[in-house]
């Protein structure tokens, strides 16, 4: 009879082989080493996100934001005291001697748990239960820096004196009607209007000019509320004017691109319903997805990203421009538009479109061929 130490010792030993596993004997003759083990990184785990403020943030102290922002700075610091709205930084005095002492700086806490009330120094990894994290949002895109305005003298066009060392510009015809009253520069946002008090009554330069309809706007088609000359200036309803819009401060430098992550979004609103574009990967292609649904929707009243890619006939259609290759004519950049040599036109009904020189060369002759003579002008 065995004992009960026998019998664990007995069912362990089955338990033991039980659980092996039948191995193949090709699989038994191949070596430990040399089976293909997976990547630690690629075992079909996806990456925790970080709830941080995104690299470009001002977030960020300088020398982790932008390019040297790494994803170790988001596990280092994320809910920590560096990105708590309760923290500031040092002054700038006490910042140089730290870096003249190479030490690192500490911040300050306002709203400390440990202390109450009071300001005290601490680290940026540290943390306490009153942590807030800073209320951040993308960056804004920067506006292209506009020329420095010069005086330009025009044919048919005067200007006219307002407040504020502003002038606005009227056709020549108009100037006369225009000089008898004293205008005034209103600005209105980021644009400046020319204004008078004419019978009691404020009126707008574009308005005297225009005299529109009841229920209708004048719009400056350039946008420049100063340049209101009557090429400039249309009448048209408020939707109209509305659509006429430039861009405004956002995530984008384009008009209806707005970006979401690393994706740029398009989108445009039109009779009270919003039209959503789809998503791009670059930024320009959402801009001219948006420019051809503006154009659809609003014809010749709408702001574009890229003017110079539309043109509109009489009608109000818009119409795409297109640049055509008129046989070897072609416009070198930076230089003149340089002809073809007199005698590739009849070498190419020889030879073939397949052979052609380079531009502005003879054409080389073949073996055994005979010279043809250009044509006589």
Known sequence: ?????????????????AGRREVSPARREEPCDSRPHPPVGDRGRRSRRLRV???????????????RWKRI????????????????????SRQKLDRWLRQDTPLLCTNHAACPGEIIEVLGTDTCRNFKAKYWRHPRA???????????????VRRVP????LFATVDTADYKEVSKYKWSALR?????????????????MHRFLMR???GYQVDHKDGNGLNNCRGNLRECTPGQNQANHGPHDGTSRFVGVSRRRNRWYAQIRHGGKVYHLGSYADEVEAAKARDRKAVELHGPYAYLNFP????FDKNGVGHRVRAKANGFRKKLPGGPIVPPHPAVWIWQEQAGPAQVPARGEAPRRRRNERRVSSPSK
Request: hydrophobic share 20%; charged share 35%.
């Open 1 to 17: 009879m065995k004992t009960r130490k026998g019998r664990t010792r007995e069912v362990k030993g089955k338990k033991a082989r």
């Open 53 to 67: 403020p995104p690299p470009e943030s001002d977030v960020w102290p300088p020398q982790y934001r932008g390019e």
């Open 73 to 92: 700075y988001g596990i280092l610091f994320e809910d920590k005291c560096l990105l708590c709205r309760y923290s500031f930084s040092q002054p700038e």
């Open 142 to 156: 920067k506006p292209a820096e506009r020329p420095p305005w010069r005086p330009k003298r025009q044919k048919g």
């Open 162 to 165: 307002l407040s504020q060392g």
């Open 188 to 204: 209105y946002g980021k644009k400046v209007y020319a204004q008078a008090r004419i019978n009691g009554r404020t009126v707008m």
């Open 212 to 214: 529109p309809r009841k």
């Open 308 to 311: 110079e890619d539309w043109t």
